[in-house]
Structure formats: structure tokens, C-alpha cells
């Protein structure tokens, strides 16, 4: 459990070497569960990519926590924001069970519906126990591949969205900015 605030905002250019430091520092299972597979380490222009700017398809959800001098990110969500929009996510294993995982799955519904999404659908190893049973909990349906005993599809409906229906724990507050027009803060009931 963390002492410290957890705050979620889309990711910057600039914060694509963090990015690549926090995926270094996931344990093995964590990574292999994120990127399907033992991936040595992801490029800063595959970053940069995922992460988005105008115009692109792609956008990432970051969760930070602050120490004293510097923020360090503790999770994020990266999404293809089409109208069957794809995603993936990880949180880091020292907070896992804090509730981040959860917000950053319904912000990035949110966002991705404001987007004109119409899907949310991820790949999962079928071993993933924990994001399953969170999955699950958030209304997705669990399908087997055809042919593919190792991975499952999950998969939601996704309805139009003015806000943000951001779910928080104890542990996890919402960065108003540099969301669209604020609309994580309205989520929350802020003006």
C-alpha cells in the first residue's frame, strides 16, 4: 500500500524516458503479463508513439506519485482509441491492490468513448488471475481465442461519455489537468 497520493493524467512527450524507466523496473511476471511475452525493453519512439499527440490514435493514461524532488509513475494504460479501441496496462507491483489499476481502467473507458470509441478489448495470458478477476469486476466479458489456449479476449461495450466516472480509493486522486476541457475534475464533482 502507498503512503502518497496517486495521480492519473494523459502522458507527454516529455515523459516518455520516465515511461521506459518504470517499464525496466517491473518485476519479470509483471512485464511478461504487460507486453505478452519477455520483451527486453520498449524504444523511446515505440513510446513516443503510444503515447499520442494530435491527430494520433493512441493516447496513455499515467498514474504518478510524488517523493520529495520528482514524480515516478506507477502505472499507465496505453489505449488505440478506434471505434473497437484496444488497450493494455500495468501497475507497479509494490502498489498493486491499491485501487490503480481500476482507475486507470475507467479513465481510459472514458476517455476512449469521448473519443468515439464504441470497445474497449485487451489481450490477457489466461494465467492473469488478477486483471481477470478486475476485468470482470468492471463489467468485461472474458472470451477464450479460437485455436489459443494461452490468452484470453476481454472485451466491453462502451457508452458515450461527457466525463469522467473516475472511481478513487483512499490511495488514488485525480490531476484535473491537461485533461480535455477538465473533464477528470468533473468526473469527480469539481468545477
Sequence with gaps: MTNHAIN??????SDAAKLQSYFRTLSKPSGYNRF???????????????IGGTGSAFFCVIATTQSEK???IVGETVCAAT????????????????????ALLATVEALAAQRG???LYGTIFGTNDRIRKLACS????????????????????LLPRRTLP?????????????YPDGALGKGLGQQ
Excluded: M
Excluded at 40 to 50: L, V, Y
Excluded at 87 to 93: E, F, M, P, R
Excluded at 138 to 157: M, N
Excluded at 166 to 178: M, N, R, T, Y
Design 8 to 13: 492519473l493524467r494523459l502522458a507527454r512527450p
Design 36 to 50: 505478452l511475452g519477455n520483451v527486453a525493453h520498449q524504444s523511446i519512439s515505440h513510446i513516443d508513439r503510444t
Design 70 to 72: 520528482s514524480h515516478h
Design 83 to 102: 471505434a473497437a479501441a484496444e488497450v493494455a496496462l500495468s501497475v507497479d507491483d509494490a502498489v498493486q491492490g491499491c485501487g490503480i489499476g481500476r
Design 117 to 119: 470509441a464504441q470497445e
Design 138 to 157: 468492471l463489467g468485461y466479458a472474458i472470451e477464450r481465442s479460437d485455436g489459443d489456449w494461452t490468452h484470453r479476449l476481454l472485451r466491453k461495450t
Design 166 to 178: 473516475f472511481i478513487a480509493g483512499p490511495a488514488v486522486v485525480a490531476s484535473p489537468l491537461p
